[in-house]
Every structure is written in C-alpha cells, then in structure tokens.
C-alpha cells in the first residue's frame, strides 16, 4: 500500500509509531503479517511478501542490520545498506508498511536480556558462529512483541534459523503463526542472498555449481546411496569446482536437524561453502525412501 504522494510504502522508525499503525488496524479487524528482513532486498524477499500477504490484510516489512547476530571478524559494517532501493522495490509489492529502527530504537541503553535457544541450535550455523543464534532469537523476539502480528514469514533458506525460530516460538507462547517461504534461486539455481553481491563476476559463476552438486546428493540418496559417502563426495566436488572450503554437507532430520544415520525419513541436505570470502548457505528436501 504505497502513499498516493510520493508512491512508496510509508516508513516507521519508532516502535511507538509502528504499534499506533498496527493496533488502528487491529481495531478495523484486519489480520497483519510481519516479514523481519536485513534489508538489501532480493526477489526471495519479495517473494516472502507476495506470499504472507495471502494469509493476511496488511504486511509489515521490517529493515533492521541486527548487529547482534554478527560475531566478531564478520560483515556487519559491509553488509549492504540501501533504505531508498529497497523503499522503492517494496512499492511494487503487497507491503503497507516498513519498519526501519535505529540501533537505539532496537538496543537501548541498559539492554541487558537474550533470548537463548538449547538443542537446535548447536550445530551447523550456532556451532560455527558462536552467539548467532542467540542474536536472531533476541531480535524477532523483540519485533513480534513490539509488531504483535498474526502471522510471521522466514525464508527456508535459513533453514537452521527457521527450526530455531520455531522453536522460540513455541517455548515462549508467543502468539503468532510462523511459516516457512520457500528458498528462491536465481536463474542458474544459485539460492539468492544479499550477499551474493559481495561475488566477483569468476566466483559468481563457480557459486552456480553449488545447487547443481547439492541435486546430485539429493538424487544419489534417494537412489540407496550411504549418507556419508553422499556428504564426502559432494564436499569433494565443491571444492573441484572451486570453492575455498566446505564448512559442511550434512544429511539430517528435517525437524530436529539431528545428523541421521540412514535414509529412512525425509531428510534435508544442510550445505556452507566458502567462495571468496562470502559463505554460501543452501539446502534442499530429500525425500523418504
Ligand atoms: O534472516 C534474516 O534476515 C535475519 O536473520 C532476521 C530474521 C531478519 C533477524 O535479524
């Protein structure tokens, strides 16, 4: 829903302003969604606003770079930055509003709270990024109390964040529906994130392999490969393709994300590979045998 003057969607950057836009809507007993974004919006953002927006009336997209899921050494001061193209990328979406608040806003002085998530979030992306999880649970924690929707969207693409959402979610009875948007590729299949930008246009091309080598697992698993035979040798074909290093290619329960011995469930294939500096999430459904 864009101002009929300057046809962007209107902006919010107080949590008092955004609680005063939701509960005018609340009151004309409209449904509200929420999609937590970082900015630097692609077509899988979009992608989560055109889908929330058939499970609700309005949609609230919020812009924040969370510096507390950022550990030490990563790119929090060259994650891309850019309100006014994502302003203008919104316009043609079913969003009605943005929610862009400072670090202030968000983290006040004296904050002192975080919200902490056992069991799915020891491995993979928590166990390689000390504190990430703790950072993500703490700031949608925040933005579903302060936005107070019926309904949120995260992206599978995150799909360790996703579990760990759900997790929170349930625990803390907060009352609001989660759903899952399915991971976006771009043309050649590479799932698409804001940080494939940081790729040059050489590790751009070899970054295309990832999903390819990722559907051969998936095929070979369910044609009766062994699980770990299907990891090593995908790992292998990364780094011949030209990725840096492989931080894993993990075959686990799609729920628990607990490492399976077999092939005998539905699975999800858990893959990072570096590139240049940039790593790579991807993941794909392996079906049950
Ligand atoms: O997936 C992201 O962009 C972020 O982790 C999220 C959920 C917006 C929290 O900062």
């Known amino acids: 829903m864009t101002s009929p003057e300057t046809g962007l969607v209107?902006?919010?950057?107080?949590?008092?302003d955004l609680r005063a836009q939701v509960s005018a809507w609340k009151s004309e007993g409209l449904r509200v969604g929420l999609v937590p974004t970082m900015g630097a919006l692609h077509h899988g953002h979009l992608s989560l606003v055109?889908?929330?927006?058939?499970?609700?009336?309005?949609?609230?997209?919020?812009?924040?770079v969370n510096p507390t899921q950022f550990g030490e050494?990563?790119?929090?001061?060259?994650?891309p930055r850019q309100m006014e193209a994502d302003r203008k990328a919104l316009s043609d979406t079913p969003a009605s509003l943005i929610f862009a608040p400072t670090v202030e806003e968000m983290y006040p002085g004296g904050f002192a709270s975080t919200v902490s998530v056992k069991g799915v979030t020891e491995g993979f992306e928590g166990a390689l990024r000390p504190g990430h999880f703790d950072g993500v649970a703490t700031i949608v924690t925040k933005l579903l109390m302060?936005?107070?929707?019926?309904?949120a969207i995260f992206g599978e693409k995150d799909y360790q964040?996703?579990?760990v959402i759900r997790?929170?979610?349930?625990?803390?009875?907060?009352?609001?529906e989660i759903l899952g948007g399915a991971l976006i590729r771009e043309p050649d299949g590479l799932a698409a994130s804001s940080?494939?930008?940081?790729?040059?246009e050489d590790e751009r091309r070899v970054a295309g392999r990832f999903n390819v080598i990722l559907k051969d697992l998936v095929t070979a698993v369910e044609a009766g490969k062994d699980l770990r035979t299907a990891e090593a040798e995908a790992g292998k074909k990364l780094i011949e393709a030209g990725f840096d290093t492989v931080d894993y290619v993990s075959i686990v329960d799609p729920d628990s994300l607990a490492p399976l011995e077999s092939h005998d469930r539905a699975a999800r294939v858990l893959a990072v590979a570096r590139l240049g500096g940039v790593r790579l999430l991807d993941n794909m459904a392996i079906g049950a045998p």
Not at 50 to 64: C, E, K, L, M, T
Not at 146 to 151: A, E, L, M, R, T
């Open 161 to 163: 964040q996703l579990a």
């Open 10 to 16: 209107p902006v919010v950057h107080t949590v008092a």
């Open 73 to 79: 050494g990563e790119d929090l001061d060259k994650y």
């Open 50 to 64: 055109d889908a929330i927006a058939g499970h609700v009336d309005r949609v609230v997209v919020s812009i924040f």
């Open 146 to 151: 302060q936005c107070g929707p019926d309904v």
């Open 195 to 200: 940080r494939n930008a940081y790729l040059s």
């Open 167 to 176: 997790r929170f979610v349930a625990d803390l009875d907060i009352p609001v």
